[in-house]
């Protein structure tokens, strides 16, 4: 079984350009949220991705978008850096109908400069 | 709206010691709670988990229990270890939608 992925691992970036982090769930999972986690401070939900369609948001603006694939692996897409997107990125992977057993990734960390 | 609040840390202790993380949650209906650790430089791990008011969620030595009547959900652990030192969140959610909410995190530091 594995579990979940995610890449890349660092990444640094200047205002006003965009991102893609990428995330792979675990086997089995059909579902995958994420969540930004600033320095010092606990996750806060961006959003949540089942059968490829967004599946609940957090208070995040548009520019924070996703996707997700056939293969359950997701995308989180970020345009218009601001220097407060500057956090470590999470992801993590559940199989729908049982949301209390979600398995985290071990992040992205992105710098916006 | 629906919240967690922890103890400030860091936390030091010595190794050995007990460990108490207290944490409290405001919510509207009845979600389950949830203890993640995160070691440095690594993502999140469940560490325990309750689902109903009076479970006892336990692992690896840590428990804590739901306790609807004080909404709290503290972590205790009888005999720290250096290899604990870690950040501890809890976390509550409701199963709709899947939305952990955390708090904002207790940094233990166990000292040899």
């Known amino acids: 079984e594995t579990g979940v992925t995610q890449s890349p691992t660092h990444l640094i970036k200047t205002r006003g350009q965009q991102v893609t982090l990428r995330c792979s769930s675990q086997s089995g999972h059909n579902t995958v949220s994420w969540y930004q986690q600033a320095l010092g401070q606990g996750p806060q939900f961006i959003f949540q991705y089942y059968r490829e369609e967004e599946n609940g948001r957090g208070n995040f603006p548009p520019r924070f978008s996703g996707l997700q694939f056939p293969n359950y692996s997701s995308e989180l897409n970020v345009n218009a850096l601001e220097l407060d997107d500057s956090a470590l990125y999470l992801c993590?992977?559940?199989?729908?109908?049982?949301?209390?057993?979600?398995?985290f990734g071990p992040g992205t960390r992105l710098l916006v400069l | 709206g629906d919240s967690v609040t922890q103890m400030e840390g860091p936390v030091t202790l010595s190794e050995e010691a007990f460990l108490t993380i207290n944490c409290t949650y405001t919510?509207?209906?009845?979600?389950?709670l949830f203890w993640y650790v995160q070691y440095p430089g690594e993502g999140l791990q469940l560490l325990l988990k309750a689902t109903k008011a009076d479970d006892k969620g336990s692992n690896k030595g840590f428990e804590a229990t739901y306790r609807k009547e004080t909404t709290s959900f503290h972590l205790e652990k009888g005999s720290v270890q250096v290899s604990d030192s870690a950040v501890y969140f809890c976390a509550l959610l409701y199963n709709q939608g899947g939305k952990l909410i955390f708090g904002q995190g207790t940094e233990l530091s166990v000292k040899p």
């Open positions: 919510a509207t209906g009845y979600p389950s």
């Open positions: 993590a992977s559940s199989q729908s109908g049982n949301q209390e057993t979600q398995y």
